[in-house]
């Protein structure tokens, strides 16, 4: 039998990685939407759950991530889908404090070990939180149009040299809600109709 191509190999393996969200979200638990918004945004895990009420403009569908938290240093906007709102608004009812995915502690967010535990409860042996990002990579360059400049923005990744950076003024926010909203959609449980065939 002959090898499968890579982008069935590769298609196979974020096939597999994304069909959990639908049991993410039967969990409920902080960790289980802390997990998925980091999915949805492509963000690290301690971009998200660092993440401070004061970053977003709920509005605008906008999350500003501070330079200070940010691993290139720069201020990194990110374009909200509907469904990251949505998650949002549920950890809003649930408020305490600064953090918008709080921890036990008083005042502190969840800690860096709660999605990966969250991933062990699920008996997920085969991915890893960062691993998300490249599976939003993937599918960004092997299922999506969107240009590389666009995906690589999305993942505040620094694109080219000091002169190509002095120039690149935009950051292609309107360009990546566009590509985040696509993002979302793939991300969504698929939904199987039971068909029942009827006999005369």
């Not at 492509?42 to 691993?71: C, H, Q, Y």
């Not at 997920?124 to 299922?143: K, Y």
């Amino acid at each position: 039998m002959g090898r499968l191509p890579q982008p069935v190999i590769r298609r196979a393996i974020f096939e597999r990685r994304l069909t959990f969200v639908s049991q993410l979200r039967e969990r409920g638990a902080s960790a289980a939407l802390a997990l998925e918004f980091c999915i949805l945004t492509a963000a690290r895990s301690g971009e998200g759950l660092g993440a401070r009420w004061s970053e977003f403009d709920l509005d605008r569908k906008i999350w500003t991530v501070p330079a200070n938290r940010m691993k290139a240093g720069r201020e990194h906007r990110v374009p909200l889908s509907a469904r990251a709102v949505s998650i949002l608004k549920q950890m809003a009812k649930l408020k305490a404090g600064d953090f918008v995915f709080p921890g036990h502690a008083r005042n502190k967010p969840l800690s860096n070990m709660a999605m990966e535990m969250m991933l062990r409860r699920m008996k997920i042996d085969n991915a890893t939180v960062h691993g998300f990002r490249s599976s939003f990579r993937d599918w960004a360059g092997n299922v999506s149009s969107f240009p590389r400049e666009i995906t690589e923005t999305a993942l505040a990744h620094v694109i080219g040299d000091k002169a190509e950076q002095a120039y690149r003024r935009s950051d292609a926010l309107e360009k990546r809600r566009n590509l985040m909203e696509a993002w979302a959609a793939y991300c969504e449980p698929k939904r199987i109709a039971n068909v029942v065939q009827m006999r005369k």
